[in-house]
């Protein structure tokens, strides 16, 4: 069974910083793309960032500039940086990936990190 964790939430004020992380274990064979949604109050669920096994990443258009995708593939981890946080920024953020298991690609999500940016 694969899982994924995510780390780093919390409240934080306008202009501040914080980092998510999010660890995937269980049987695991390869994890091709990994990356972060978030879905705001009243809102859909949308990407943030994602970020391909050979590191090539894309950001939505408005976080660019702010925040910063990366991972560790050897330990099955992927981070975002967040910087000079908005309000508008504020949302659960979850992680995602595609985790090929027991022969078979899936895709897999975290239980979600509260983020809360205040003005």
């Known amino acids: 069974q694969v899982q994924l964790v995510e780390s780093g939430g919390g409240l934080v004020q306008a202009g501040g910083s914080l980092r998510l992380s999010c660890v995937a274990s269980?049987?695991?064979?390869?994890?091709?793309?990994m990356g972060w949604y978030r879905q705001a109050p009243g809102k859909q669920r949308e990407l943030v960032a994602v970020?391909?096994?050979?590191?090539?990443?894309n950001y939505a258009d408005s976080v660019k500039g702010r925040f910063t995708i990366s991972r560790d593939n050897a330990k099955n981890t992927v981070y975002l940086q967040m910087n000079n946080l908005k309000p508008e920024d504020t949302a659960v953020y979850y992680c995602?990936?595609?985790?090929?298991?027991?022969?078979?690609?899936?895709?897999?999500w975290g239980q979600g990190t509260q983020v809360t940016v205040s003005s």
């Open positions: 269980g049987r695991i064979s390869s994890i091709n793309d």
């Open positions: 995602n990936a595609r985790i090929t298991s027991n022969f078979f690609p899936n895709d897999y």
């Open positions: 970020i391909t096994s050979g590191h090539s990443t």
